[in-house]
């Protein structure tokens, strides 16, 4: 049984500033981590990030990536488990770990919850054909490994993952046909839908794929219109030629470690699904767990750094290793300032109803 | 390609699949799942579970935050007996 001050699932963006800040302030850090690398979905982001205040702006998700992992690396107080993961969390407090062909079993004094996201799925007819991705898979073929997942595509979900993966195709040099948004109007930031529009990609909204077409593979797809009632319009129906179809229609917090732990949950739409409730610190109801980044409610990159910050200091607190109020308050105020604004206002609907 | 659609990809559940048995008297993911296997493969649900609620939701008409959702408990991800038997691993 391994012993430590604070055990974190995820080395995403918001577990490794978390480790940073905890081991800074004196705490012992495991962090276990799925993938064989650390950095979680960053290392996938080509993009620059944007944004006044925080330091992070203008860099590149893979970027930022190195960056902490280079420092959390350094950290002698920090070990870090790669290609170890999360199993199961115990009501003696152990959490345990498949990790090379045997089990990690860590007893923490404190816990974090860092696992980030799932992406979602959509139904419809031959959705198995090989060619329908997730836009997660898109980004790690392209980005990580360098491989085209094909020549044109379908993109589904105009929100900022959809907007931003197709705008990466077109980068790669891959064709995208068309993007098609259920709701009304674009979810994601208006200056990469324009961008998009202005390189003659249409976004239709109020539309919805209907079938992939192909015997072996994704030969082609079916989309039509839909009413108010997101209900397929009869006689909408149109053919696209494209052999892959990308859906990128939302994430859901990976909240099942803290299901098992017992931590009060609630469901939040504006978060994406059930998240747990917490107060201002980042703290469950079950005393010494803590949340960051999307498992506490679907954001992007920066809000999971600052999260992972904050949930890292107050861990350290709650164990006594000494911690400077103002530091707490100043993240805190970094976090209202990012949510601020027309776009940070379903986050801050969704915070209200889970914030105790 | 028989004009399937999945629903519970590790299980290769079809949505006809599930919706019958859902008419058949399943009310929860729990009762599918003991019936027809769904979200008991590779993933536990992760991929399939949304999914599925909204067809028992679409059924039976009970809301989403009234709708049971299926237990969870450990392991998260699956694990073979004999890893899960040697204890601990290699702690270096």
């Not at chain 1, 219109?225 to 990128?248: H, Q, R, Y």
């Not at chain 2, 019958?20 to 296997?37: P, S, V």
């Not at chain 2, 998260?76 to 601990?88: H, K, L, P, Y």
């Amino acid at each position: 049984m391994l012993e430590t001050d604070l055990a974190i699932v995820g080395a995403g963006p918001a577990g490794l500033a978390a480790a940073l800040e905890a081991a800074n302030r004196g705490s012992n850090v495991i962090i276990l981590e799925r993938d064989e690398w650390l950095g979680g979905q960053l290392i996938k982001q080509t993009h620059q990030f944007f944004g006044s205040k925080n330091e992070f702006a203008g860099m590149r998700g893979v970027d930022i990536a190195s960056h902490f992992t280079e420092l959390v690396e350094q950290e002698k107080k920090i070990k870090v488990f790669k290609g170890a993961t999360a199993l199961g969390y115990y009501e003696d407090g152990v959490l345990t770990a498949a990790y090379k062909r045997g089990m990690l079993k860590i007893k923490p004094r404190t816990l974090l919850i860092a696992a980030g996201a799932l992406e979602k799925m959509i139904p419809f007819i031959n959705n198995d054909l090989p060619g329908v991705y997730g836009a997660g898979a898109v980004q790690t073929l392209m980005n990580v490994y360098g491989i085209a997942p094909g020549e044109r595509v379908l993109m589904v979900g105009a929100g900022n993952i959809g907007l931003i993966v197709s705008y990466q195709l077109m980068q790669a040099g891959i064709e995208v046909e068309a993007i098609i948004e259920a709701a009304p109007q674009v979810g994601g930031y208006w200056v990469h839908a324009s961008k998009i529009r202005r390189m003659g990609v249409p976004i239709k909204t109020r539309h919805t794929i209907l079938k992939a077409r192909g015997t072996r593979e994704v030969e082609g797809a079916q989309i039509c219109e839909i009413d108010e009632n997101w209900d397929p319009l009869p006689g909408t129906e149109k053919e696209v030629s494209v052999d892959t179809i990308c859906l990128a229609v939302g994430l859901s917090p990976m909240v099942e470690l803290l299901w098992q732990a017992g931590c009060q949950m609630q469901l939040s739409p504006h978060l994406g699904g059930y998240v747990p409730v917490r107060n201002g610190n980042l703290e469950t109801t079950v005393e010494g767990v803590f949340i960051a980044g999307d498992v506490a409610g679907i954001e992007e990159a920066t809000s999971a750094i600052l999260e992972g910050q904050l949930a890292g200091l107050a861990a350290a607190q709650k164990i006594g290793f000494e911690v400077e109020e103002e530091k707490i308050q100043s993240i805190k105020a970094n976090l209202k300032t990012l949510r601020a604004g027309p776009v940070g206002e379903h986050i801050r609907q969704g915070l209200a109803g889970v914030e105790r | 390609m028989k004009d399937d659609i999945i629903l519970c990809f590790c299980e290769d559940l079809t949505r006809e699949e599930i919706r019958t048995a859902i008419k058949n008297g399943a009310r929860t993911f729990d009762e599918l799942k003991r019936l027809i296997r769904c979200g008991m493969g590779a993933c536990q649900g992760k991929t399939c579970e949304d999914m599925i609620q909204r067809e028992i939701m679409d059924i039976t008409g009970q809301k989403r935050d009234e709708l049971p959702l299926p237990r969870r408990r450990p392991p998260s991800v699956g694990i073979s007996i004999d890893d899960a038997g040697r204890g601990d691993a290699d702690e270096e």
